[in-house]
């Protein structure tokens, strides 16, 4: 770079986390349409070899985004429940408002990363190992409080979640609204442990 700025070499983990926070400020910015890897390694200041060593292709940067994502909700989750008693319905209030809460503080990014990686095979991948992982931590806690949610009930949340979280961004239901009634649906959907699950 001409600018007579050094670049400042970083461990690999600590160059990761800078570009992906980069990366969120140029879809915020600009939305994803314009975003590009060579975007990326101007803002953040780096060479594009060093963005392609980390990512691949813009889906894969796209694709980490998302993971990022889900492992700020998983989190999220497990800050919220070490305050709570291991009541079930003190666990399905928190499971929901950290779902609420991490949606809404990632913002449209999270719904633009989505958009844009739509019909792509990474992201059936990601999303199904993603959730697969936050829905496995809802498991464990229900189970320590005698509960369960089978297969289709974990859909279901996801489904909801994912609903009342756009709706809250756009302004249609409040935050507190949808806090509430994704923890009713949660509650809905739990099962007592020993209950067999119909086939």
């Known amino acids: 770079m001409g600018d007579g700025v050094r670049r400042q070499r970083m461990p690999r983990h600590e160059r990761r986390a800078q570009l992906l926070a980069v990366a969120r400020e140029l879809i915020r910015e600009r939305g994803t349409d314009e975003f590009t890897l060579g ?6 200041g780096v060479t594009k070899p060093v963005v392609y060593d980390h990512f691949g292709d813009r889906a894969g940067a796209l694709a980490e985004l998302y993971r ?6 998983r989190a999220a989750l497990t800050a919220a429940l070490a305050d709570e008693p291991l009541a079930l319905d003190a666990v399905c209030r928190a499971v929901a408002g950290a779902y ?5 503080a990632e913002g449209r990014e999270l719904a633009d990363v989505v958009s844009a990686l739509d019909g792509s095979a990474m992201l059936v991948e990601v ?3 993603a959730e697969g992982a936050y829905l496995a931590l809802c ?7 005698g509960g369960r949610l089978d297969d289709a009930g974990a859909r279901a949340l996801v489904g909801a979640g994912d609903g009342l979280s756009r709706a ?3 302004g249609r239901v409040s935050p507190a609204a949808a806090r509430s009634t994704l923890t009713r649906v949660l ?10 699950e119909e086939s």
């Open 100 to 104: 609420i809460d991490c949606s809404l």
């Open 39 to 44: 975007r990326l390694a101007e803002r953040a």
């Open 139 to 145: 498991d464990d806690v229900l189970a320590s409080c």
């Open 68 to 73: 990022e994502f889900e492992e700020q909700q």
């Open 168 to 170: 809250a961004l756009g």
């Open 127 to 129: 999303r199904r190992e």
């Open 187 to 196: 509650y809905a959907l739990v099962t007592p442990a020993t209950e067999p």
